[in-house]
């Protein structure tokens, strides 16, 4: 509130980029799959030429959007006449793809992006709509706190300790009950149960 006692509004504004992947004409036999995965999953999948399509992606908070775009740059990113823009500008059909599967799990997982920047910024961040810089500086310079790691206890058993303090002579001359194994079980066992064959 201010001093006057009006509140102020804060407008968040989604980030939405496009994304537009070209393909095509390909001789692969894959080629019928990906295009129906255009038609899919793209906001829309036009040709262009013959055979040759523009899929446009809308990328913004739906994960379903993401994970589209990742799967049809799995199928076409590696023909020569595919071709990725985020924008007008072209961009790597690698990190589009790598950004699309991450931002999906993301998204599906949290909600949002809480990738953790510790190791730096990766290339396919830059490509994201959910990549914000400010956290990925203070998670660099090590600002935000990392998660607790996970502490995990042993306890050595008294013999294992004295082994370590170097008593070994003890240890061989009183080898305890539990370290005499028999080859076969004491006959006051009696018979053992009789294992029933499957099914």
Not at 8 to 13: G, H, L
Not at 54 to 61: D, N, P, Y
Not at 69 to 88: C, N
Not at 130 to 138: K, N, Q, S, V
Request: hydrophobic residues 35%; contains cysteine; glycine residues 10%.
């Amino acid at each position: 509130m201010t001093s006057q006692g009006e509140a102020r509004s804060v407008t968040v504004v989604e980030v939405e980029r496009l994304f537009t992947v070209e393909f095509g004409p390909s001789r692969s036999k894959r080629f019928g799959k990906a295009l129906a995965e255009a038609r899919g999953g793209a906001r829309e999948c036009s040709e262009i030429e013959p055979g040759r399509y523009r899929a446009t992606f809308i990328l913004g908070e739906e994960t379903a959007a993401y994970a589209a775009l990742a799967a049809l740059l799995g199928r076409v990113r590696h023909w020569r006449a595919s071709e990725v823009y985020e924008g007008e500008e072209p961009v790597s059909a690698y990190h589009a793809k790598e950004m699309g599967w991450c931002a999906s799990s993301q998204l599906k997982a949290f909600g949002d992006c809480r990738f953790r920047f510790s190791y730096g910024v990766f290339p396919r961040c830059s490509l994201c709509p959910l990549f914000d810089a400010e956290r990925a500086i203070r998670d660099v310079l090590g600002e935000n706190d990392p998660q607790p790691a996970t502490v995990l206890e042993i306890t050595l058993g008294p013999r294992l300790r004295a082994l370590l303090r170097g008593e070994l002579a003890n240890l061989a001359e009183d080898p305890g009950l539990d370290s005499e194994v028999p080859d076969f079980p004491p006959e006051g066992w009696g018979e053992l149960p009789r294992e029933e064959p499957p099914g």
